[in-house]
């Protein structure tokens, strides 16, 4: 970096405006600390925030950044699970927040919003008209975010398909400033060459994604169903029956294991039947499809040895159903234990059954400070993502909590390596590069250092997540 | 406990409470002064508390934060519905507390006379005391004392006592518990609450108004309070002392639907209006009122009830609590006036030609907005007794 933090700042407000150049200690802590249990290191802070309102700004940003090697961090809601966010090497943290325009053209039946958008608001402005988003990352991460690292949070893959499968086109701004308009305003996507897809899934490495145009999806019915098995293995064996006897399936499945369910229902004082429990969300074009598709699997869940399953259509045992499952957060509280979402499998579906054994029982028997935790798990079977949360006491010291992370990370890793999963929520940078150099080899790695390399070729766009530095 | 052991204690129980959040953002997707930045939310407030306390840092930013939540506790629902449950409005109050008292870092400049008018003239604005009952004159109300009992005290506060506009709500609730002839009176001396000095962190000046107003209510032998200012019930009924007395306190909304249920009250002028009802956060989410309201609007003769796109436990906040009321939030940090016109922008989606309110706060602020976006003529701003002063 050639030049001085304050220079940074003075000429940055030249640029944006001196309202969106932020420089003070707490705005710096807040686009630096991620969802890791321990705490930022005051070493750890970008120089500054800096804000655009447009691509323009952006690129005049980029520009700047890339004369004076200054490193860029794009910040789109800090939500990421594996702190993509976090600036590595100080510089500039680029928000996108306030990208956050929202058109919706149903003429052309598509939408365009900004990068910086939330989902939670694009969903509710096209709920409004009765069209759906098909990105279903928690509602505070931003759209930007989601296509970024072609995430669509808790759906199942193959029904509307991922952010590749539905964005028409993107604006993007190149580390070296240039603005690029790729894609379509038709809804017929480009066969061959289409370099919006370049970037979806590039996680921030060799551009900045300012603006998405996402095709409109009619909202379709749903109808959710409720199964209570004895453990979390017989849900695994449902789900590949699922697949296998061509169920319909739901656009969202989830499930919850045995330890969580327990916990779940004594803090909403439910009496449900114990042992784990899966949920559905059927869909068709009609209620009366939709209900039918959610018959289908109340007769699955019955088949697969659920003690009691049904359709959740009493709205006060739908809330607590899913409270079970949105409640996954607060366990351990009581106890005095931090917790801390720190996994994803995604087993290939003949092992989810194995794999989800294997993660109800994964804390038992070590000798390492995994061992020392309290797991929990639940997660998506629609397509499946198995999450384990770990919890361990808030009391424990930052050298402690750093080494139970990377305990935990190794295991994610080799869970994943063994059951074929490719970490289907969260993306790869910057922790997930070891599992991702063993997984597909060096050759792959190195391919995509080369493409930063030829983005990028001062290496400012989000600096050390390729490299794998958290 | 000394000075030391104090200011330990409050660091001890802020940072037990911060130490559990999952930073999962959940709460700042739900709160109305977040605008463009992570940093305004009750997210970006408490991570500021938390690194404030872990490094030593008491600044301006720090105060200019923490001062900047209207406490309307939409995140904390959140929380509790999908996270740790943590009391994130606690949390900020008595990070308020610990600035003020122990950092001599709060509260904003502009609150240091509110606090004091607060103390010396028992109202914010600084209003003459001998003047709070003014409104009440000519209008035949008594003075509640053991020589002129009442059956109902009616607390005014201090926004309906001396606000043009909150005095209307005074003025109607009154007209409405006399034509139900209920024998009720208001208090020759009542003072503040207290409810925003304790907001605003000064936690000794709300002990000392809560003692006060309950010496009063005391001394008149009162043994049951209505009032139309949610901040004071609130106050009245989760944080004055003594707990366990033996008055009951209610909010006009739920004694005028006894009065109806009961026959005592009478409404039979048909208006012929559709109305749509904004919920005071101390009214509804903080004291979890959500049906009273709506009922006793319901039964007005010829009113349509049509609700805002959020409501109830979801309402959106007027932009004025915690506070807020008496200070300017510093540049980048997002405007009451903008909250509340983005909620009156939800009202007119409505069609309702009226926004009804049940608090003499959000009644002043919606007003304005109405006015700032120059929608007089589309929308009236009403608290529920003006509406039900008319159908008498």
Not at chain 1, 145 to 164: C, E, M, Q
Not at chain 2, 150 to 157: A, E, I, N, R, T
């Amino acid at each position: 970096m050639s030049v001085s933090s304050e220079q940074l700042a003075k000429d940055l407000k030249n640029i944006v405006g001196e309202d969106h150049v932020h420089t003070g200690l707490f705005e710096r802590i807040n686009y630096a600390d991620t969802s890791l249990p321990y705490d930022v290191a005051q070493g750890d802070l970008p120089d500054c925030v800096v804000q655009p309102a447009n691509a323009q700004e952006v690129s005049e940003v980029l520009k700047y950044a890339n004369e004076h090697k200054v490193p860029v961090t794009t910040y789109g809601s800090g939500t990421s699970l594996i702190f993509g966010t976090k600036p590595k090497h100080h510089g500039i943290t680029l928000s996108t927040e306030r990208l956050n325009s929202l058109e919706i053209n149903e003429d052309h039946q598509w939408f365009e919003c900004g990068a910086g958008i939330k989902t939670g608001q694009v969903i509710k402005e096209l709920g409004k008209l009765g069209y759906f988003l098909p990105i279903q990352t928690q509602i505070g991460s931003s759209v930007g975010g989601a296509v970024s690292i072609n995430t669509l949070g808790h759906l199942t893959d193959n029904i509307f398909g991922r952010p590749v499968n539905n964005v028409l086109a993107l604006e993007v701004v190149l580390a070296t400033g240039e603005i690029l308009e790729t894609g379509s305003k038709c809804l017929r996507r480009a066969a061959g060459w289409d370099l919006a897809r370049i970037f979806i899934g590039s996680e921030g490495i060799l551009g900045i994604i300012t603006k998405i145009r996402m095709v409109l999806i009619p909202m379709p019915e749903t109808v959710d169903a409720v199964g209570f098995f004895k453990t979390v293995e017989e849900i695994g064996h449902a789900i590949g029956m699922m697949y296998k006897n061509k169920y319909p399936l739901p656009m969202d499945g989830e499930f919850v294991g045995e330890k969580a369910c327990k916990v779940g229902y004594e803090a909403l004082g439910l009496d449900f039947p114990e042992g784990a429990m899966a949920i559905t969300r059927s869909m068709g074009r009609t209620k009366e499809d939709a209900a039918k598709n959610a018959q289908e699997m109340v007769k699955l869940f019955k088949s697969a040895g659920a003690t009691e399953s049904f359709i959740l259509d009493d709205p006060e045992i739908a809330e607590k159903v899913w409270g079970v499952r949105e409640n996954a957060m607060r366990w351990g509280k009581e106890k005095g234990l931090k917790g801390y979402l720190a996994t994803e499998v995604n087993p290939a579906v003949p092992r989810l059954a194995e794999a989800m054994t294997e993660l109800t029982h994964i804390t038992e028997g070590r000798n390492d400070l995994i061992g020392q935790t309290e797991a929990y798990l639940y997660g998506h079977v629609g397509s499946d993502s198995l999450h384990c949360l770990f919890a361990f006491p808030y009391s424990w010291s930052t050298e402690k909590m750093k080494q139970v992370v990377d305990e935990i990370w190794n295991l994610e890793k080799e869970l994943q390596l063994k059951y074929d999963g490719v970490g289907g929520d969260w993306g790869w940078l910057p922790h997930r590069v070891p599992f991702f150099r063993e997984k597909y080899g060096e050759t792959s790695y190195e391919l995509i250092k080369k493409m930063k390399q030829l983005f990028d070729p001062n290496n400012i766009l989000n600096r050390g997540n390729v490299e794998g530095e958290v | 406990m000394n000075e030391e052991q104090r200011e330990e204690n409050i660091e001890r129980d802020l940072n037990e409470a911060l130490i559990s959040c999952e930073k999962c953002h959940f709460c700042n997707t739900v709160c109305p002064v977040v605008d463009t930045r992570v940093t305004q939310g009750p997210f970006g407030i408490n991570r500021a508390i938390y690194y404030g306390l872990q490094w030593n840092e008491f600044n301006e930013e720090l105060r200019d934060l923490v001062y900047s939540c209207t406490t309307c506790n939409k995140c904390v629902e959140m929380c509790k519905k999908v996270s740790r449950a943590l009391p994130l409005v606690e949390i900020i109050e008595k990070a308020r507390e610990f600035l003020l008292v122990e950092k001599m870092a709060g509260p904003m400049p502009e609150q240091v006379g509110v606090l004091k008018n607060m103390h010396v003239r028992g109202n914010p604005w600084g209003n003459p005391s001998h003047e709070r009952t003014k409104w009440a004159e000519g209008l035949d109300i008594k003075f509640a004392s053991p020589d002129n009992k009442v059956d109902v005290l009616y607390f005014v506060g201090c926004a309906s006592s001396y606000d043009a506009q909150g005095q209307k709500i005074a003025k109607n609730l009154s007209k409405i518990l006399k034509q139900a002839g209920i024998n009720f009176g208001i208090l020759e001396n009542e003072t503040c609450s207290g409810h925003e000095a304790r907001r605003m962190g000064e936690t000794g000046l709300f002990a000392y108004l809560s003692e006060a107003n309950m010496e009063m209510f005391k001394q008149a032998e009162i043994n049951h309070i209505v009032t139309g200012d949610p901040h004071s019930f609130y106050s009245f009924t989760k944080e004055y002392p003594d707990q366990d007395n033996d008055f009951t306190v209610q909010h006009y909304t739920q004694f005028l639907n006894e009065l109806i249920d009961d026959g005592r009250l009478k409404l039979t002028t048909k208006l012929n209006k559709t109305v749509t009802y904004h919920d005071p956060c101390y009214l509804g989410r903080h004291s979890e009122m959500f049906e009273e309201p709506r009922k006793l609007i319901q039964s007005i003769p010829g009113v349509t009830l049509v609700e805002i796109e959020d409501n109830k436990k979801d309402s959106d906040c007027c932009g004025m609590g915690g506070g807020r009321m008496w200070m300017e939030p510093p540049k980048g940090l997002i405007s009451s006036q903008a909250i509340a016109e983005k909620r009156v922008h939800q009202a007119l989606d409505t069609g309702a030609e009226i926004l009804l309110t049940a608090c003499p706060f959000c009644n002043i602020t919606l007003n304005d907005a109405v006015k700032s976006l120059e929608k007089e003529g589309t929308i009236k701003v009403m608290d529920i007794t003006e509406l039900i002063a008319m159908s008498l």
